[in-house]
């Protein structure tokens, strides 16, 4: 295949499978739902698995962490899905990696300050129980020592005792952000290592305890095995860009707008009619949907869902727990002797 035409391909759905992946794929899905390839262009072997919202709480008693290098990394890419979850009984924790010091207006104390303002409202609006933030140097994570990131990560997981996490895929293509690839690689080594007896000084505090699921996003091109229907929860993503007000494509942009065209005599029905109205539809109509691609990087929101006959849906790299087929194979072939 052409380069330039499998990029393409890859963009346009927000998905590249490379061959190698093929297998990993397949032993990945738990169940699955026959569907369109992402990209409406080619067939594949993988399908995609639709999550849907489901009643009651389910979840009760698991556990889910959302690790975002800023303040606004989760709720632009995987907001939808996280309060899905917590509605149906997780119980989340938001850790911030860096301190934000670089983004926003203002001094960087002020800047600093906000920005942790902003991840407070974010877990409020998101459901999260508590908040931890890290304090890393803004766009400056890889020059930082990896092994004391880990090793802070592996210690949150196994105290909180995480089952699944939410962050930045440490496999994503073109992600120019060294705050991004950097915190995605500690996460996913972290993950890794946190179920072990690594870090064994931990062991006195904390023990070790296993990750198993992963729900991984990106801006770019990304392999997607995992379509996770956002609709019921798509007010509560939008509430939560709204809220950040120091930096980030949503805030009180809608309003700024609003009144920069009431100043020439103009409206845009779309945004409504009061600032708050405004906040809340710039966000919903252009940073999820109409100009997400040049506001967030990734397809819309609305239009990946409607490619799978859902409202509004956010696309992931999933990857859960294998499942051993050991014991089963012993007990239909063990024969006494």
Avoid: C
Avoid at 195 to 205: F, R
């Amino acid at each position: 295949m052409e380069r330039r035409k499998f990029i393409t391909k890859g963009i346009a759905a927000g998905a590249i499978i490379p061959a190698a992946y093929a297998t990993l794929l397949s032993n990945e899905a738990q169940a699955s739902e026959k569907t369109e390839n992402i990209n409406n262009e080619a067939a594949t072997a993988d399908d995609i698995f639709i999550e849907r919202s489901v009643e009651g709480r389910p979840h009760e008693g698991k556990v889910l962490a959302v690790i975002q290098p800023h303040v606004d990394d989760a709720t632009l890419f995987a907001g939808g899905a996280i309060a899905k979850l917590i509605s149906e009984g997780y119980t989340g924790y938001l850790i911030r990696v860096t301190n934000d010091d670089a983004a926003g207006g203002g001094t960087d104390g002020d800047r600093v300050s906000n920005n942790e303002k902003d991840n407070d409202k974010v877990a409020k609006v998101l459901g999260l129980k508590k908040v931890y933030n890290l304090g890393y140097r803004n766009h400056r994570m890889d020059e930082y020592n990896t092994q004391e990131i880990k090793g802070r990560l592996i210690f949150l997981f196994r105290l909180l005792k995480v089952d699944t996490i939410f962050s930045y895929d440490p496999w994503g293509h073109y992600e120019e952000n060294p705050d991004h690839y950097v915190t995605a690689q500690a996460v996913e080594a972290a993950r890794w290592m946190s179920g072990s007896v690594d870090y064994p000084e931990q062991l006195d505090v904390v023990k070790p305890y296993s990750v198993k699921e992963r729900y991984y996003f990106a801006r770019g091109p990304q392999l997607v095995n995992r379509i996770v229907d956002i609709s019921k929860h798509i007010d509560t993503k939008v509430q939560s860009n709204v809220v950040i007000t120091t930096q980030g494509p949503g805030g009180n942009a809608g309003s700024r707008i609003k009144k920069s065209l009431a100043d020439k005599g103009k409206k845009l029905p779309i945004l409504g009619d009061t600032d708050e109205s405004a906040d809340f539809n710039y966000v919903k109509h252009f940073v999820l949907d109409k100009d997400s691609q040049a506001q967030r990087g990734t397809p819309s929101d609305k239009e990946i869902g409607k490619k799978y006959g859902l409202e509004w849906a956010e696309a992931y790299h999933y990857i859960g727990n294998p499942v051993s087929t050991l014991s089963d194979y012993i007990e239909k072939n063990a024969v006494n002797k």
